[in-house]
């Protein structure tokens, strides 16, 4: 899973520094939070098409989100 440590990206000017998947501004902790509010990976994935499986992943499983 070394893989997904290059899907999350960090910059002080994106988002306040927080992880963003793939430099998408999509925030390593609205995933989990989409996860909690009962939506399934298809249903994120399908809300959001410019995020990519991958970048599902790296924010559920990385240490740095």
Do not use: W
């Not at 070394?2 to 390593?28: D, M, Q, W």
Request: charge should be negative; proline fraction near 6%.
């Amino acid at each position: 899973m070394g893989y997904l440590l290059n899907r999350n990206t960090f910059s002080p000017n994106i988002c306040y520094g927080k992880p963003v998947a793939h430099e998408l501004r999509f925030t390593g902790e609205t995933i989990p939070e989409l996860i909690a509010s009962a939506m399934t990976r298809y249903e994120i994935l399908a809300a959001y098409e410019n995020l990519g499986e991958q970048d599902l992943l790296a924010c559920l499983f990385s240490p740095l989100s």
